[in-house]
C-alpha cells in the first residue's frame, strides 16, 4: 500500500508513491507530503500542473481503505489499473474533490 500525487499527461501516468508508513497523518488520514507543485517540477519545466488531470491517494484510517482522489476526465477503468498498480491497492474508494480538477473539468459541475 503506497500513497501520494499522480498526474495523467497522455498515456502517462506520473507519481510519487510513499509507503503507508512514511506518510503523514493529518485528522484522520494518512497523505504523503510530496505535492503535485514539486512533483510537476520534478518532470517538466514549463507549464502550470493546474491544466492537467491529477489525483491524489490517500489512506483513510477511520474506514481502513485508500482513497483514490481523482479528476473525473481520468476515471477510466485502464487509469485506475495502472493506480491500482503502482500504488498497490487492495482496498480502495474512488471519490472526487474539487482541488482535483484539471481546466478543461473546471466548468464542470459535479454530480
Known amino acids: 500500500m503506497r500513497i501520494g500525487p499522480f498526474f495523467l499527461i497522455g498515456q ?3 507519481f510519487n508513491a510513499c509507503n503507508l ?4 497523518r493529518q485528522s484522520d488520514k494518512i497523505d504523503n507530503s510530496y505535492g503535485h507543485d514539486r512533483l510537476w517540477d520534478d518532470h517538466f519545466k514549463e507549464g502550470d500542473y493546474i491544466n492537467y488531470p491529477r489525483g ?8 481502513q481503505q485508500a482513497i483514490v482522489y481523482i479528476d473525473r476526465c481520468i476515471n477510466k477503468p ?3 489499473e495502472q493506480i491500482i498498480e503502482v500504488f498497490e491497492l487492495e482496498k480502495y ?4 474533490d474539487d482541488h ?8 464542470e459541475l459535479f454530480e
Not at 100 to 107: F, L, Q, W
Open 12 to 14: 502517462r501516468l506520473i
Open 93 to 96: 474508494v474512488v471519490e472526487y
Open 21 to 24: 508508513s512514511e506518510g503523514r
Open 56 to 63: 491524489r491517494v490517500l489512506w483513510d484510517c477511520t474506514n
Open 100 to 107: 482535483y480538477r484539471c481546466r478543461d473539468c473546471i466548468g
Open 78 to 80: 485502464k487509469v485506475l
